[in-house]
């Protein structure tokens, strides 16, 4: 299967007719628990010697092909599909920390990560130090001694930056680190962090995968490239598995290591797994992901145009427009396209920007993004709205800061409605 292009993939990877009904699309396994052949069997599913179903907390067929067509789609050597993207990122760090461990975070993400990091994360003695990612430097500097991971976005949440993801994972991978790279907002359509040396990559799948609005997964893929013997840095991986009768994973399972014991330790005993339900429906979106992904970025590009033209506009974040800070980065590392991710300052500033998001036609006000709809929202009063002054200018998110995630519609009725909006 991975000798197919990523089109080909994106349809079939992972998915076959169902052996038993003939089924076409992958059907929808909804069920709670699955029955073993006898008692050997079932012990050795629980000793992790067989690979099968037990529970779907742990694994689900359908859930399965979620999993393969996403390691396909990212290159990676296996998946992990769970319950929402933060679920995902929580199963990652809890594979990789132990209590007083640190890792070092981009400033640029998404507000509900920094939010996760700076503050859950702290119960579980986590700690998170912040960089500059467009800086790769900044990263060096905040690496210690008792840093597990570099995490950063491809592509950030709210303000487009592209980051330098191969001089960052040489950064991480010098410290002996491995780089955690979130793609939701770019998706394996415009860019593939493994290639660039990422070792593990995060999706919210309730984004651009699903890509309908209508389904909330995560997915953490796993590269298979990483040692997690050098160094000791990673006992979870390494150090024999007291719930397993000592197994010890990395030597047990080799490159897919980080993967398993994701599932089988994180998912298994935190317990956010996705509904069976919401892998088809994710499934059946990344179906068509090549397609709307194009449509996405070429209709944002049209209207990041049309706003840096308008006269009620003060300045356009989008790494698709050739004076953009990122573009450089933008056309080495996503050259079919920028996203559907823009932001944009009004004149007039916050109350300017309320007014936009009270009266628009056609785009949706509210807080997601990877819609086939247009959607509209002001970050410093919502998706940011936990950080503090210096964080959400940090983040690309401060007070005249309107986001838009342009959707698949004719961007001629996008144009017209912000025209007629901005007044
Ligand atoms: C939405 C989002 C998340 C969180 O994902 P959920 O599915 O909402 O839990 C993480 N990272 C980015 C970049 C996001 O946009």
Same mark, same amino acid.
């Given at each position: 299967m991975s000798d197919y292009n990523f089109n080909t993939l994106a349809v079939h990877a992972g998915a076959k007719p169902d052996p038993t009904t003939g089924a076409r699309t992958t059907p929808i396994y909804q069920t709670t628990s699955f029955v073993f052949d006898d008692a050997d069997h079932a012990a050795s599913l629980f000793g992790l010697e067989a690979f099968g179903n037990i529970y779907t907390r742990i694994t689900n067929p359908t859930t399965a092909v979620l999993e393969e067509r996403v390691a396909a789609l990212e290159g990676g050597v296996a998946a992990l599909a769970v319950a929402s993207g933060h679920a995902a990122q929580m199963i990652a760090f809890h594979t990789l920390m132990s209590p007083g461990d640190h890792f070092v975070a981009a400033t640029q993400l998404y507000g509900g990560s920094i939010t996760q990091f700076s503050h859950s994360f702290k119960k579980f003695d986590w700690h998170v130090d912040w960089a500059d990612a467009t800086d790769p430097a900044t990263i060096k500097k905040a690496i210690g001694p008792k840093t597990k991971a570099v995490f950063i976005e491809s592509m950030a949440n709210p303000s487009g930056r592209v980051m330098d993801i191969a001089a960052i994972a040489a950064i991480a991978h010098e410290a002996g680190v491995p780089l955690i790279v979130d793609n939701t907002l770019a998706s394996p359509y415009l860019i593939r962090p493994i290639e660039h040396g990422a070792d593990i990559v995060i999706h919210s799948a309730t984004k651009f995968l699903g890509g309908h609005g209508n389904s909330m997964g995560g997915v953490i893929v796993d590269a298979g490239k990483f040692d997690w013997s050098k160094g000791g840095k990673f006992p979870t991986l390494t150090e024999p598995t007291g719930s397993y009768n000592g197994l010890k994973i990395f030597e047990t399972f080799g490159a897919i290591s980080f993967a398993i014991a994701c599932r089988v330790l994180g998912l298994r005993d935190l317990g956010p797994a996705i509904s069976p339900f919401n892998a088809f429906m994710i499934i059946t979106g990344i179906e068509t992901l090549p397609l709307r992904m194009q449509r996405h970025c070429d209709n944002a590009l049209t209207v990041a145009t049309f706003l840096k033209n308008h006269p009620k506009v003060s300045w356009v974040s989008y790494s698709g427009l050739a004076d953009d800070p990122s573009h450089k980065l933008q056309q080495k590392y996503a050259p079919k396209g920028a996203g559907a991710l823009l932001t944009f300052g009004v004149k007039g500033g916050y109350e300017a920007g309320k007014k936009l998001v009270n009266t628009i036609e056609l785009l949706s006000h509210l807080a997601n993004l990877g819609?086939?709809? *247009?959607?509209?929202?002001? +970050? @410093? *009063?919502?998706?940011?709205? &936990?950080?503090?002054?210096? &964080?959400?200018? !940090? !983040? $690309? @998110? $401060? +007070?005249?800061?309107?986001?838009?995630s342009i959707g698949i519609e004719d961007v001629a009725d996008i144009t017209k409605a912000l025209d007629k909006a901005l007044g």
């Open positions: 819609d086939t709809r *247009s959607l509209v929202i002001h +970050p @410093a *009063s919502t998706t940011h709205r &936990q950080l503090t002054d210096e &964080q959400k200018i !940090a !983040a $690309g @998110a $401060g +007070p005249d800061v309107v986001r838009l």
